[in-house]
């Protein structure tokens, strides 16, 4: 292979997928830089400027500009650091999220026609051709940081993916039978076939292009109360904070959604599990013995108040 074959690939898939053609409007009015870095913001856990520009190899001139004009159009707000007051913390402000929302949007879209053109039995070894260029060119390295993992929607096969690894990990650490993967599989429909979007959501956890983690958002039967439900990290990528940020993103979103409370079911016996919910604030409400997914168990209800009340 030559420096020629490099940048010939490069040409074409740039054009393949239309980053240089504004004329679809895939990131209008924001250039492709601006779109990342948008992209970035809406995320990354690292927020602050320094990060974005280590992140981005961007010029620390280049992003001050991109970030002064976020500002005049309302999408961002900057603040000191409460780590480092030297350091400036950028957060999205609501318009910023929605604008981010509509950029990645129409990305998901123009890719899912892209996608489109390709035959469904070619598609497996286009993904690991994909993998492939990934791998060797960061010299197969694996992602060692949480900030390597991406927070993003469920696509499509995804909501599928959380039943069927829900239901393979609890039968392999905790010898849950069938009728776990039921409840797992009723909880997802019901999501899919009927959710409110301001109120409810999901979030996958993807690493290295692949899914390693969920966890969901819904509505409780109690008024102005959320549940969280159906966290899970895979074994091989725990350790990297994972679970914290799923986490962290349920309480972020329902706070924001205007709860006034968080709760949430689960078993003594996940004790990882319950030393995050500890972690961030969640309150044991109750206890109570129970016979379920073949086992014998001890079902826990906790509970984080969202309103600084009773927390």
């Excluded at 981010?100 to 998901?108: H, K, V």
Aim: glycine letters at 8%; a negative charge.
């Amino acid at each position: 292979m030559t420096v020629q074959d490099v940048r010939a690939f490069n040409r074409f898939y740039t054009n393949v997928i239309g980053a240089l053609d504004y004329s679809r409007h895939l990131y209008a009015p924001y250039t492709l830089t601006e779109s990342r870095v948008l992209y970035e913001l809406a995320h990354s856990p690292r927020t602050d400027a320094a990060d974005l520009r280590g992140e981005l190899s961007l010029d620390a001139g280049y992003l001050s500009r991109i970030l002064n004009k976020f500002e005049q159009d309302g999408l961002i707000e900057r603040t000191p650091s409460r780590q480092d007051p030297r350091r400036v913390r950028v957060t999205l402000t609501p318009r910023g999220r929605e604008t981010a929302a509509l950029l990645a949007e129409r990305a998901d879209e123009s890719v899912g026609a892209l996608l489109a053109t390709v035959p469904a039995a070619d598609r497996p070894r286009l993904s690991e051709a994909m993998r492939t260029v990934r791998t060797l060119l960061s010299d197969g390295r694996p992602p060692r940081r949480s900030e390597d993992v991406l927070l993003r929607e469920p696509g499509p096969g995804d909501l599928g993916w959380i039943v069927a690894r829900n239901a393979a990990v609890y039968a392999a650490e905790y010898g849950f039978d069938a009728s776990y993967e039921g409840l797992v599989a009723r909880i997802v429909a019901d999501f899919a076939e009927d959710h409110d979007p301001h109120l409810e959501r999901v979030w996958i956890a993807e690493l290295d292009g692949r899914p390693v983690g969920c966890v969901m958002c819904v509505r409780d039967d109690t008024p102005a109360t959320a549940r969280l439900r159906l966290l899970l990290v895979e074994p091989d990528a725990r350790g990297l904070g994972i679970g914290d940020r799923l986490v962290s993103a349920v309480v972020d979103f329902a706070r924001g959604a205007g709860y006034r409370d968080l709760v949430l079911w689960t078993n003594d016996v996940l004790t990882s599990a319950r030393r995050l919910y500890q972690r961030h604030g969640f309150v044991l409400t109750a206890e109570k013995t129970h016979r379920s997914f073949g086992q014998d168990l001890n079902g826990q209800d906790w509970r984080l108040g969202l309103t600084g009340e009773g927390e």
